[in-house]
């Protein structure tokens, strides 16, 4: 498996000079078993670099794209609209969410409706399927493997294990759980995984009570505690600058190395490509 | 990885140099959407502007609502509804809530040519189209460029009247999904303005149906000549004052306008015998009242005018039951009939008549306070001093309607310096 980070930010988009190196674009990875076949998580704003990406790319035609929403908070849907692969009639998109009390296709359709966006959501001209996921989900989609938790957050939300090529990676983005006082749900979903992309959107010294978000070193614990190889730093707060996510990146390979070596710490950025 | 790993800057020069290959689509998508929601939008629209036509019954309201509707639901600029009047081979609209109206005559211009033919006249650009008569806009200084004109038809197959949409917001024409917009606004209209037009002709036959009633009973006698229509004014002055409005001033006017109507069926030689009539004669001359109720109560009266009849029947009731043709007293003579007693008294004395001159006015309130209490009602009274000024003026725009000296009957008026006995007799047998 690869992953490739099209937007690492939280929250809303950060464009400027102070987010050049780590990017200004909202929740999105993209993730390719061996064969190529495409599995998104997150339509945050990165999304619609990706589809730009895909549409010159070059790649497979039409598109087969399966897309795992976290939730659907704006910085995790954003780029939905914006994803150019949704314009064309050939391919196909499956989008796939946390089950709540409304339909995940009545929710995402809320918000391109008018006067939000032009384009109704079933006017869009790829060949669309919605659907839904709960906590403890153990699905195949594609040649993925994804497994689900539900997370501790102000909106319903999940948290995704994916599994290819004998590999592992876990996608936890906006999770408090390491404050919520009950057992970390995240700890045995990233059990013994090679890669997990985990919440840090905020240091001890700023973190914010019930907003829904981890610290850095909650997120060292998780890693700690799942034996995890590399844990990636995501969902950067929007008022983290370059220079302050290069030192959270020093202090957190540093305390993390303290605790289990070899345990590899890095902080997302847009562009990065790791191989799981 | 995306096939190749992208290279971002390559992207951005690529999306920036041209349309990318998926914008038709996405134009495409945009333009169902908006379509999908004007159709529901209009869908919406057209539903309660229906249910809203379906209340209003004058026509007025309809044109403007209707107009509202058209604006809004064709983006058009302006929008003017034009009502087909047979009659005078007119269209005719209001040209904004207020003011006057316009008439246009049948087969002129293109409004006045789809009311003839029914056919709807779809013009882009009205300057290039030799139909469009520029003038209105010369006068104006407004630009007229999209037209589109509709014929409303009403349940006959016969045009009943014009829908017309001016300028499209955005430089395109009226479409075709216009036309069938207001098809579907039309239907509805159609049906709206053609009650309004039964509710306004159903009024109008009534109002002229009772003056028709009034005028001949009135024609049988010159020297009671506009009588009823005077009595009809003072008894609407003094229900104002008593503080009757809507309903009850129109039952009031009504059986004002009727009281004398059983007077059609009292013979000639007692109803215009010059001089006194004797017992017997006042007698049958009394049957009068009676008739009147006889006669109303076989029409059938709107519902809420139903007590119109008996209203008129006694308004030769006194106040201590001495009256005729019951003998009711007080409380049992309904308000309407006291009131219509004192407009009748108060024209039999300020009216000349062949037997006494026009007594002025604050003589004739002087007689009317002296009746007041056996005769007349002290409310009443109270109202008709109280509203003074308003009767004086009534009485000087009414004065064209006496019986004027010459009129049969009308030759011997003798100038009465004071109250004679004949006088009384006249006030009390007022009539």
Redesign the interface.
Do not use: C, S, T, W
């Given at each position: 498996m690869?992953v490739?980070f099209w937007g690492t930010r939280g929250s809303i988009p950060t464009p400027g000079p102070r987010t050049v190196r780590y990017g200004g674009n909202t929740a999105c990875v993209?993730v390719?078993d061996s064969t190529?076949a495409?599995l998104v998580l997150d339509a945050g704003t990165g999304l619609r670099?990706?589809g730009?990406?895909?549409?010159?790319?070059?790649?497979?035609r039409p598109f087969d794209v399966d897309l795992l929403i976290s939730h659907l908070h704006w910085d995790h849907i954003q780029g939905i609209p914006f994803f150019?692969?949704a314009?064309?009639?050939k391919s196909r998109l499956r989008i796939i969410g946390p089950k709540q009390s409304r339909t995940m296709k009545e929710l995402l359709g809320m918000g391109m409706d008018?006067p939000f966006f032009?384009?109704?959501i079933d006017?869009?001209?790829v060949q669309l399927s919605i659907e839904e996921m709960t906590d403890g989900s153990d699905e195949r989609v594609g040649p993925f493997r994804v497994h689900s938790s539900t997370l501790f957050h102000p909106s319903p939300a999940l948290a995704y294990r994916v599994e290819a090529d004998g590999r592992s990676l876990v996608y936890a983005t906006d999770t408090e759980d390491a404050f919520s006082g009950k057992p970390n749900p995240v700890i045995p979903l990233s059990a013994d995984a090679n890669t997990l992309i985990h919440d840090a959107q905020f240091l001890p010294s700023d973190f914010k009570a019930t907003w829904g978000h981890s610290t850095v070193d909650a997120a060292i614990d998780v890693a700690v505690k799942a034996r995890v190889g590399r844990l990636v730093l995501y969902h950067h707060d929007p008022d983290r600058s370059d220079d302050a996510l290069d030192r959270i990146g020093r202090d957190a390979q540093r305390t993390a190395s303290e605790r289990r070596p070899g345990l590899e710490v890095v902080v997302a950025r847009e562009?990065l490509?790791l191989e799981i | 990885m995306s096939g190749r790993p992208a290279d971002r800057r390559s992207t951005e020069r690529r999306t920036a140099a041209g349309a990318p290959p998926d914008a038709a689509d996405r134009r495409a998508a945009e333009r169902r959407s908006r379509e999908r929601r004007t159709a529901g939008h209009r869908l919406e629209v057209i539903l309660d502007v229906t249910r809203r036509l379906m209340s209003v019954t004058d026509l007025d309201s309809l044109l403007h609502l209707m107009a509202e509707a058209t604006q809004e639901l064709l983006a058009a600029d302006r929008a003017t509804i034009f009502i087909v009047d047979a009659d005078r081979g007119e269209l005719w609209s209001r040209v904004a809530l207020g003011t006057g109206e316009i008439r246009i005559p049948l087969g002129t211009g293109i409004a006045g040519s789809v009311a003839q033919t029914g056919d709807v006249i779809n013009i882009p650009d009205a300057y290039a189209d030799a139909r469009f008569n520029p003038e209105p806009d010369q006068l104006s200084g407004y630009q007229t460029k999209s037209l589109l004109t509709y014929p409303m038809t009403g349940q006959e197959g016969r045009v009943i009247g014009v829908f017309q949409a001016v300028n499209k917001h955005g430089s395109g024409p009226f479409t075709t999904a216009d036309e069938e917009t207001l098809a579907s606004l039309a239907a509805s209209a159609a049906v709206a303005v053609e009650n309004a037009q039964l509710v306004a002709e159903q009024k109008q036959l009534w109002q002229t149906l009772i003056e028709t009633l009034a005028m001949t009973v009135d024609a049988r006698d010159q020297q009671t000549a506009g009588h009823s229509q005077r009595v009809t004014r003072y008894a609407d002055v003094i229900g104002r004052a008593m503080g009757l409005r809507g309903k009850d001033l129109e039952k009031l006017r009504a059986a004002a306008l009727l009281h004398d109507y059983g007077k059609i069926a009292v013979r000639d030689k007692f109803l215009q015998k010059p001089g006194k009539l004797d017992d017997a004669e006042f007698e049958y001359m009394k049957a009068h009242a009676e008739k009147t109720g006889e006669f109303l109560a076989h029409l059938v009266f709107p519902r809420d005018m139903r007590d119109v009849p008996v209203i008129a029947s006694q308004h030769h009731e006194r106040m201590d039951g001495k009256g005729y043709p019951k003998g009711l007293a007080a409380d049992a003579i309904v308000l309407g009939a006291r009131i219509v007693a004192a407009a009748d008294v108060f024209d039999a004395l300020t009216a000349p008549r062949y037997y006494k001159p026009a007594y002025p006015l604050d003589k004739t309130l002087e007689l009317m306070d002296e009746m007041t209490g056996d005769h007349l009602d002290p409310k009443v009274m109270a109202a008709v001093h109280a509203a003074k000024p308003h009767l004086e003026a009534a009485l000087a725009a009414l004065k064209h309607t006496w019986p004027k000296p010459g009129d049969e009957g009308m030759g011997t008026i003798q100038e009465a310096a004071g109250l004679s006995e004949r006088d009384r007799a006249a006030a009390k047998g007022s009539s």
């Open positions: 690869k490739r993209e390719r190529g495409l670099e990706l730009i990406a895909m549409m010159n790319g070059g790649g497979r150019r692969p314009y064309d009639p008018d032009p384009v109704d006017d869009l001209p562009g490509e | -």
